[in-house]
T-cell receptor, first 109, second 115 residues
Framework: RKEVEQDPGPFNVPEGATVAFNCTYSNSASQSFFWYRQDCRKEPKLLMSVYSSGNEDGRFTAQLNRASQYISLLIRDSKLSDSATYLCVVNTNAGKSTFGDGTTLTVKP | DAGVTQSPTHLIKTRGQQVTLRCSPKSGHDTVSWYQQALGQGPQFIFQYYEEEERQRGNFPDRFSGHQFPNYSSELNVNALLLGDSALYLC??????????????FGPGTRLTVT
């Protein structure tokens, strides 16, 4: 079993739709959590950090449930430009980062 | 403000050869991590350097080694290349250790093909 598992993709949604991605992690010592976005043949870019209290950045909302070892990302009012692969990242306090394999989102007109 | 830079962008090597990849961190960053990303997978953590020392290491064999220089730039060396080493190699930089070090900024990567 992988340390970080994400929803299998791809997700194909129309513009304006709301879409949610899930991620589970197995290491209970994990301390920090992030979502990255990766466009085709480009490097990953930090999208947002994930806190226990949840955090929101415009159309994006991230949630963390430590008890269930579960992270989510919600995208509201999807835009064509949201099409990308979304990577869940989990870090231990020692500095080791573990990435999920990503979930691919395609937003269609 | 220069971001993370990597060189070369592409590289083709044959099995058994050795390769060196280079990374310059974002201005103000002193921690460098290296990742291997195979097609269709997420980046896999190779190792992390801080203060010129390897601080953390992922599940990669000793054929993968690295170095960090006093100016914080870093090299990744891979010896005795295998076909399976073909991948995108990403360098990420961050500031210090601890929570702030987790916000990583990636370079564009070096695409290595082993034939």
């Amino acid at each position: 079993r992988k340390e970080v598992e994400q929803d299998p993709g791809p997700f194909n949604v129309p513009e304006g739709a709301t879409v949610a991605f899930n991620c589970t992690y197995s290491n209970s010592a994990s301390q920090s959590f992030f979502w990255y976005r990766q466009d085709c043949r480009k490097e990953p870019k930090l999208l947002m950090s994930v806190y226990s209290s949840g955090n929101e950045d415009g159309r994006f909302t991230a949630q963390l449930n430590r008890a269930s070892q579960y992270i989510s990302l919600l995208i509201r009012d999807s835009k064509l430009s949201d099409s990308a692969t979304y990577l869940c990242v989990v870090n231990t306090n020692a500095g080791k980062s573990t990435f999920g394999d990503g979930t691919t989102l395609t937003v269609k007109p | 403000d220069a971001g993370v830079t990597q060189s070369p962008t592409h590289l083709i090597k044959t099995r058994g050869q050795q390769v060196t990849l280079r990374c310059s961190p974002k201005s103000g960053h002193d921690t460098v991590s290296w990742y291997q990303q195979a097609l269709g997978q997420g980046p896999q953590f190779i190792f992390q350097y801080y203060e010129e020392e390897e601080r953390q290491r992922g599940n990669f064999p000793d054929r993968f080694s690295g170095h960090q220089f006093p100016n914080y730039s870093s090299e990744l060396n891979v010896n005795a290349l295998l076909l399976g080493d073909s991948a995108l190699y990403l360098c990420a930089s961050s500031a210090g250790l601890g929570r702030n070090s987790y916000e990583q900024y990636f370079g564009p990567g070096t695409r290595l093909t082993v034939t």
